[in-house]
């Protein structure tokens, strides 16, 4: 098969047109109608040569995501695309548009292998990983379907899979987000959320870019954890607590800790102490989590009004804790629900 040239780095790209007996910049161009433009082809790289175009059509192709339907709140605030791969695989990206800013929830995996109870794509299992040209291009398509004028703001590893098991093509999405041939993001506007994959935190500290992290705490003592959270032996609390500090301390800036509140398993006043005890020491923000629920019922979210007791039950301890309010509950937003809604009436 002809190479994929969505999904590699400018220097990768300009090694190619190099091969092809082509001046670097040439290459600079290409990446920037893939990455910048959204250009689909090389036909629309209108500043290429007609002969270039056509050479490189021949000698190598752009991937490109299919997009198989989209829904939308009625407020048209959270809006969910659902993508067919070229192995004819689905993920979903979801777009969530507020007054100020058009955040992007990416996909890393199709399906996920952490299998988290409460997770409709954990009951999916892991099909395989997303390359970083599939990752890159659920980006583009989503900033494609926005009005003229109005850009993404902030892009998120939140969708399906769990990133830091797809490190490396994780990593390549993030330079490219951040390449000045790309949309230039800061690193600062791009998070990795993840349940806790303490050797990636480590080696994500090291790398030329990092971006903000997200840590999922689901539970805050280890049996709780361990039903919820299959995985939790290979990564106990204490370990992923020691590994957040690190990347706290490494990147300067304070982690996140993401809370998903289920109703009558994790939302007590001894969990909320518990866990402002196991964060307190970390430069950290607390993210609870409205639950969306699934159609299996076996979790249910709690109400409102709890969500904010439980928030100043750990206030003492973390002051910069907030509520997440659900978005998108009427179009399935949590990750895995539209894709397997989709599968059952497909
Ligand atoms: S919550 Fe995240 S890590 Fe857990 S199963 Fe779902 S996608 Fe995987």
Redesign the pocket.
Known sequence: MKPDLKGMTTAEIEQFVKGMGEHAYRGRQIAQWIYAHGAPDFERMSSLPKALRERCSREARIGNLETLTTIATPTGDVRKFLFRLEDRETIETVLLALEHSRTVCLSSQVG?A???LF?A??AIGLKRNLTAGEIIDQFIKVQASLKPGDRITNAVFMG???PLLNPANVMTAISLLTSKEGPAFSPRRITIST?GIVPAIYTLAAAPVRPELAI?IIAPDEAKRGEL?PQARLYPLDKVIEAARFYARAVKRPVSFEYVLLKGINDSHSDARRLGELVGKVPCKINAILYNRLPDKRFQPCDENHALQFLEWIRPFCRMATLRRSKGGEISAA??QLRAGYARTD
Do not use: A, I, L, P
């Open positions: 996920c952490v299998g988290c997770c794509t954990g399906m899979g769990e349940c999922s959270f990750c895995g």
